[in-house]
């Protein structure tokens, strides 16, 4: 009977371990994307979209009616907004926000209202009033939207209702007015009629005759570069910031390879939020230049107010570069802008815009070092895309799951024959090593499991399915041990069950960390070069395997090294008178474990020096990031 759970445990073993390669090499990762979602209380007040474009003036494509045009406190109108049956280009609407105001007073919002379809709208707190604008509640096309206006009790003699109507990201109508309905027994007062807020303003730019050059960097200007020492006049990969003071104000330059946009901001922190931004968004064949401001990992806000002096743009081989001059020192009014004569942290990211809308940053931003004054000496300055938490994160867990879980597995499964004679701390060597290894696993991944919550300050909403799978492998690394606590003893009858559950739930988190390592190397907090890194990582796995399978091809019996080399003993016999010899081979058995054993340990160590290699490789690979 044990012969025959032994045979199966085995072949189940080498099963085991193909499924682990075509699992691994079946392991990928997906992009996911999100959408507006209509809340944009942040307009409630001048009804302007925060898409740094000027609003259109000339006839709007919609209409906005009223069933009502008396009521009487507590009554409900159907306000409907819907596109004109005569209108020409699109015929449909994606975003939207009504507001019914006192018509003698514009600035106040007056009622609430209610859904009449909740799919597509929703109701907004615009002047700490519950319900009192509404808006869409996605990018679906829409030709029509009904709401009911709910006339409060304390309603002003004439109310006109008013919409700001999206047809894309820089196709939008702010403040088109609606019809006025008034108290029964009140004439409606005239009208009015505006063509929309003012947006961000604009200036003419120009367009610069050649490229940027590093030349300079550190004695004339200083320079942020990706990759370090680039130059952006002869290398079209390079991603480029410059600046120098001229006088009282500051000039910079910005280059980079995107398909949308390059930008930079000034930060405080090596955190996005709270930051003083500036963009350069390609439209079409032009580059806007725009100054914004972002509260959290948020759209930016653009600025309203016109800082920016002297902008000129560029664009060749998919290389988008634009320079502009800012004051050291900006008027109060710009809340959200930072002096330049002070200490800041640099970022650079760069990624896809549509329409004109920026999208999140394709890569991790490259964050200078340390901070810098903007005004200061030139300096040619250095940075990471990946944050030096999020560095010793992949370190560790790299070092546990493809090293040190490795090496103790292996001892456990094909070392313990070995040293019989010799013990440490009364316990068998390959016991103590086997626990050091396995003690150490748990350490570093426990360290290394806390490390994206500090970066983080929570959970990550934006990687995918890789801080699922850590939490499984935390969960699995810290059940082992304190199964291995309550094992029973060895002769127990039911020892089989402990064992069987140690290694599969071992087989089970040692397949779980790899797949969740894979997962890890691409994240945008670390982003390691593919595809040779996952070459890399590929191999160290095929590597482990190769030597498990070896050492498991041995221990059956299949490679039994050691009758080919016993030692050989030589007795001489005089056969009748002639001096012959008779040479008789002589197996010693000693000498035989001595050779199977000494097989296993150059087996070992010559697997213990590729997996260090391959290892140093991407701790390498991570630290240069």
């Given at each position: 009977?044990?012969?025959?759970?032994?045979c199966c445990?085995s072949?189940?073993?080498?099963?085991?371990?193909?499924?682990?390669?075509?699992l691994?090499?079946?392991?990928?990762?997906?992009?996911?994307?999100?959408?507006?979602?209509?809340?944009?209380?942040?307009?409630?007040?001048?009804?302007?979209?925060?898409?740094?474009?000027?609003?259109?003036?000339k006839n709007?494509?919609?209409?906005?009616?009223?069933?009502?045009?008396?009521?009487?406190?507590g009554?409900?109108?159907?306000?409907t907004?819907?596109?004109?049956s005569s209108?020409?280009?699109?015929?449909y609407?994606k975003?939207?926000l009504i507001?019914?105001?006192?018509?003698?007073?514009?600035?106040?919002?007056?009622?609430?209202?209610?859904?009449?379809?909740?799919?597509?709208s929703?109701?907004?707190?615009?002047d700490?009033?519950?319900g009192s604008?509404?808006?869409?509640?996605?990018?679906?096309?829409?030709?029509?939207?009904q709401?009911?206006w709910?006339?409060?009790?304390?309603s002003?003699?004439?109310?006109?209702?008013?919409?700001?109507?999206?047809?894309?990201?820089?196709?939008?109508?702010?403040?088109?007015?609606?019809?006025?309905?008034?108290?029964?027994?009140?004439?409606p007062?005239?009208?009015?009629?505006?063509?929309?807020?003012?947006?961000?303003?604009?200036?003419?730019?120009?367009?610069?005759?050649?490229?940027f050059?590093?030349?300079g960097?550190?004695s004339?200007k200083?320079?942020?570069?990706?990759?370090?020492?680039?130059?952006?006049q002869?290398?079209t990969?390079?991603?480029?910031?410059?600046?120098?003071?001229?006088?009282?104000?500051?000039?910079?330059?910005?280059?980079?390879?995107?398909?949308?946009?390059?930008s930079?901001?000034?930060?405080?922190?090596?955190w996005?939020?709270?930051?003083?931004?500036y963009l350069?968004?390609?439209?079409?064949?032009r580059?806007?230049?725009?100054a914004?401001?972002?509260?959290g990992?948020?759209?930016?806000?653009?600025?309203s107010?016109?800082?920016l002096?002297?902008?000129?743009?560029?664009?060749?081989d998919?290389?988008?570069?634009?320079?502009?001059?800012?004051?050291?020192?900006?008027?109060?009014?710009n809340?959200?802008?930072?002096?330049?004569?002070?200490?800041?942290y640099?970022f650079?990211?760069?990624?896809?815009?549509e329409?004109?809308?920026?999208?999140?940053?394709?890569?991790q931003?490259?964050i200078?070092?340390?901070?810098?004054?903007?005004?200061?000496?030139?300096?040619?300055?250095?940075?990471?895309?990946?944050?030096l938490?999020m560095?010793?994160?992949?370190?560790?867990?790299?070092i546990?799951?493809t090293?040190?879980v490795?090496?103790?597995?292996?001892?456990?499964?094909y070392f313990?024959?070995?040293?019989?004679?010799?013990?440490?701390?009364g316990q068998?060597?390959?016991?103590?090593?086997?626990?050091?290894?396995?003690?150490?696993?748990v350490?570093?991944?426990l360290?290394?499991?806390v490390?994206?919550?500090?970066?983080?300050?929570g959970?990550?909403?934006?990687?995918g399915?890789?801080?699922?799978?850590?939490?499984?492998?935390?969960?699995?690394?810290?059940?082992?041990?304190?199964?291995?606590l309550f094992?029973?003893?060895?002769?127990?009858?039911?020892?089989?069950?402990?064992?069987?559950m140690?290694?599969?739930?071992?087989?089970?988190?040692?397949?779980?960390?790899?797949?969740?390592?894979?997962?890890g190397?691409?994240?945008?907090?670390l982003?390691?070069p593919?595809?040779?890194?996952?070459g890399i990582?590929?191999?160290?796995?095929?590597?482990?395997?190769?030597?498990d399978?070896?050492?498991?091809?041995h221990?059956?019996?299949f490679?039994?090294?050691?009758?080919y080399?016993?030692?050989?003993?030589?007795?001489?016999?005089?056969?009748?008178?002639?001096?012959?010899?008779?040479?008789?081979?002589?197996?010693?058995?000693?000498?035989t474990?001595?050779?199977?054993?000494?097989?296993k340990?150059?087996?070992?160590?010559?697997y213990?020096?590729g997996?260090?290699?391959?290892l140093t490789?991407?701790l390498?690979?991570i630290?240069?990031?």
């Amino acid at each position: 009977m044990r012969n025959s759970r032994g045979c199966c445990k085995s072949s189940n073993h080498v099963l085991m371990k193909m499924w682990i390669v075509l699992l691994l090499l079946s392991v990928c990762s997906e992009t996911v994307i999100c959408y507006s979602d209509g809340k944009v209380e942040v307009a409630c007040g001048d009804m302007t979209p925060q898409h740094g474009h000027e609003p259109i003036t000339k006839n709007p494509p919609f209409n906005i009616t009223a069933d009502k045009s008396q009521f009487s406190p507590g009554d409900k109108i159907k306000v409907t907004l819907s596109m004109a049956s005569s209108s020409e280009g699109k015929h449909y609407f994606k975003g939207f926000l009504i507001e019914a105001r006192n018509a003698g007073n514009l600035n106040e919002i007056v009622g609430s209202f209610k859904l009449i379809d909740p799919e597509i709208s929703q109701l907004l707190m615009c002047d700490s009033k519950e319900g009192s604008a509404v808006s869409h509640t996605g990018k679906s096309h829409k030709t029509e939207v009904q709401v009911i206006w709910v006339a409060p009790s304390d309603s002003p003699s004439s109310v006109q209702f008013l919409v700001t109507v999206a047809q894309g990201y820089k196709e939008y109508w702010v403040k088109s007015p609606g019809p006025v309905v008034s108290q029964n027994g009140v004439a409606p007062p005239p009208q009015t009629t505006f063509g929309g807020s003012i947006g961000a303003q604009t200036t003419t730019s120009s367009i610069l005759s050649r490229s940027f050059t590093s030349e300079g960097c550190g004695s004339m200007k200083s320079c942020l570069r990706d990759p370090e020492g680039c130059d952006p006049q002869n290398d079209t990969a390079c991603h480029f910031l410059s600046f120098r003071a001229l006088g009282s104000s500051v000039m910079f330059e910005l280059s980079g390879p995107a398909e949308g946009y390059v930008s930079f901001a000034l930060s405080q922190d090596k955190w996005m939020g709270k930051d003083d931004v500036y963009l350069c968004i390609r439209d079409t064949d032009r580059v806007e230049i725009k100054a914004a401001y972002v509260s959290g990992r948020t759209h930016p806000v653009y600025s309203s107010q016109n800082i920016l002096k002297d902008t000129a743009w560029r664009l060749s081989d998919g290389v988008i570069q634009c320079s502009f001059r800012r004051d050291i020192i900006l008027p109060p009014e710009n809340l959200n802008r930072f002096s330049l004569d002070q200490m800041y942290y640099l970022f650079m990211a760069h990624g896809r815009a549509e329409d004109g809308r920026t999208h999140r940053h394709d890569r991790q931003p490259l964050i200078s070092t340390y901070q810098t004054k903007i005004t200061g000496p030139p300096e040619d300055l250095i940075g990471s895309r990946s944050p030096l938490l999020m560095k010793y994160h992949g370190a560790f867990m790299l070092i546990a799951w493809t090293s040190t879980v490795s090496a103790g597995v292996i001892m456990a499964r094909y070392f313990k024959p070995n040293w019989p004679e010799r013990n440490i701390l009364g316990q068998k060597v390959w016991f103590q090593l086997h626990r050091m290894l396995m003690a150490l696993t748990v350490l570093l991944t426990l360290v290394g499991f806390v490390l994206p919550f500090m970066y983080r300050g929570g959970w990550s909403k934006r990687a995918g399915i890789h801080p699922y799978l850590g939490c499984v492998v935390m969960a699995l690394a810290v059940i082992q041990p304190v199964m291995a606590l309550f094992r029973p003893a060895p002769d127990a009858s039911r020892r089989y069950i402990f064992n069987w559950m140690h290694f599969g739930t071992g087989t089970a988190v040692q397949v779980v960390a790899v797949v969740t390592i894979f997962l890890g190397i691409h994240q945008q907090a670390l982003s390691l070069p593919a595809p040779w890194s996952t070459g890399i990582l590929a191999a160290i796995v095929v590597w482990f395997v190769l030597a498990d399978l070896v050492l498991e091809v041995h221990q059956r019996g299949f490679l039994p090294i050691g009758k080919y080399f016993k030692n050989v003993k030589i007795y001489t016999e005089h056969i009748n008178s002639d001096d012959k010899e008779e040479i008789l081979f002589v197996p010693d058995e000693n000498e035989t474990y001595n050779v199977e054993s000494c097989f296993k340990n150059i087996v070992l160590a010559i697997y213990l020096c590729g997996n260090l290699g391959f290892l140093t490789v991407l701790l390498w690979t991570i630290s240069a990031v």
